[in-house]
């Protein structure tokens, strides 16, 4: 039986109920989480900063590496000993049985997506309370990102078969947006002050797949659910459009030309995860025949502004020393602007689990950090290449010694910043014009082209 406050009870409290929020994961977790509170506040619920002033904690967790799953079931421990109240939901909320081993307090436990069953699972522990005012809320609902940047996320799932993910088995086959319905959340956003749109999905390049591209109605006019379609009409709203999670497949080329013409950002986040095509096969990865370093010596013929962003996995089963090197010579020919490393773990149900020649930790370290040093060395020396340009920057925060801004080239959270030292009259979300005066590995300092 669930401790539950009544709603006449709240009634006479005059209080709106007050749940309190854990969001750990990835972008499409937050997206998920914005969902949730969105829902909530809708209907009248407030959410609390602290875990004390919570009637409830929702914790969404993160469930696709090992080490993630660990850290969503420390931060439920945390919250049942501090509020004591708790739902959790998200990715790991497929293993419920191993979360009530542990935590058998919890008061339920959702999957991933399942917005209605996690609301439904506040409203018994807490009830909500009929208020007109309090159910008023922003017509572009709640995020949890600054008012200037916002996720937009295009589909849920995925279908591929990378040999260590789990996410098609938690998540499932690949489901889009209609085009139009994205275009109107777009819309929203835009008009709510928005100056950034990040799309997101699990295989951005796949987008529109499953629904064999059916037209759909934007603005009246009807569009192909397509990626380039997509891009194309994001592109049309006047703000900075950042591309997610996208696979070199032959298609992207024709988005390649949009960025060049400054419709939508210089920026491709490509996952790549490994360069030795033994590897590469061994993971079943999306489009990893298409030649990459061929494609993107062109995508750069065609933009030279592009900025490339990735991610490794080094210490895969059966990575020999030549798949490594190959790895590192391909990193210094790609010559990407950012680069994520991760080193492989077995995640519990991932078929690479599974695999023989499993590489030594102390191994998987040594190329971790042969890794990082040479990639290290390809971004210093792009980005002194950058000293002396005149770039716009987009303001993140600004607090008594300056502000930290982002290029065209940086995510916010995975990439670096543009300090603008001594900058303190500007406030989030303004753009400015600035002059690169200097850089190292990660990041740029600027200075206002007016002063
Ligand atoms: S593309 Fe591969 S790694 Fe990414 S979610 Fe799909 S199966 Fe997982």
């Known amino acids: 039986m669930y401790d539950t406050l009544t709603a006449e009870s709240r009634q006479r409290r005059l209080e709106a109920p007050r749940v309190g929020f854990v ?99 506040v409203h018994r522990v807490v009830p909500p309370v009929h208020d007109p005012f309090l159910d008023l809320m922003p017509e572009q609902g709640i995020r949890l990102t600054p008012r200037h940047y916002a996720y937009l996320k295009i589909s849920e799932g995925c279908s591929n078969a990378c040999s260590f993910c789990i996410i098609p ?86 988005v390649i030309p949009l960025m060049a013409e400054g419709k939508v950002l210089p920026y491709l986040d490509i996952p790549f995860q490994h360069a030795a095509p033994t590897v590469l096969k061994a993971m079943r990865r999306p489009a990893h025949q298409e030649r990459t370093a061929e494609r993107i010596a062109n995508w750069r013929e065609i933009c030279p502004d592009l900025c490339l962003r990735s991610t490794f996995i080094v210490g895969f089963p059966g990575e020999t020393d030549k798949d490594f090197e190959q790895l590192l010579e391909w990193l210094q020919v790609a010559r990407l602007n950012r680069v994520g490393c991760f080193k492989y773990e077995n995640v519990a149900g991932a078929a690479s689990s599974e695999l023989a020649d499993q590489i030594p930790e102390e191994v998987k370290q040594e190329r971790f950090g042969q890794l990082m040093a040479v990639q290290q060395e390809v971004s210093r020396k792009l980005l002194g290449e950058r000293v002396g340009q005149q770039i716009d920057v987009i303001v993140d925060e600004v607090d008594h010694e300056g502000a930290v801004a982002r290029s065209k080239w940086d995510a916010p959270e995975i990439d670096g910043c543009v300090f603008l030292n001594g900058e303190t009259n500007m406030s989030g979300g303004d753009i400015v014009r600035v002059r690169i005066t200097h850089a190292d590995e990660y990041d740029l300092w600027a200075q206002p082209m007016e002063s």
């Not at 949730?36 to 696709?64: H, K, M, Q, W």
């Not at 660990?70 to 708790?86: F, Y």
């Not at 064999?212 to 009246?220: D, I, L, M, V």
């Not at 194309?232 to 999670?245: K, T």
């Open 23 to 121: 969001s750990l994961g990835c972008p499409k977790a937050l997206v998920d989480s914005e969902r949730i509170i969105t829902r909530l506040r809708s209907e009248g619920y407030e959410i609390s900063p602290t875990y004390e002033g919570a009637d409830v904690v929702v914790v969404n967790t993160c469930g696709f590496l090992d080490s993630a799953k660990e850290e969503s079931l420390e931060a439920i421990g945390e919250a049942l000993s501090e509020n004591g109240r708790v739902i959790v939901t998200g990715c790991l909320g497929v293993e419920e049985a191993r979360i009530r081993s542990i935590h058998p307090d919890v008061l339920a436990v959702t999957g991933p997506h399942q917005y209605e069953a996690v609301v439904n699972e």
């Open 169 to 254: 088995s938690i998540r499932g086959r690949l489901v889009s947006r209609p085009l139009g319905n994205v275009m109107r959340e777009a819309e929203r956003l835009v008009a709510a002050g928005v100056k950034e749109l990040l799309v997101i999905s699990q295989d951005t390049s796949a987008y529109g797949v499953d629904l064999k591209y059916q037209a759909s109605e934007w603005r009246g006019e009807e569009r192909a659910t397509r990626f380039q379609e997509l891009v194309e009409a994001l592109g049309s709203l006047g703000v900075w459009v950042r591309l997610h999670y996208v696979y070199p497949y032959p298609h992207v080329d024709r």
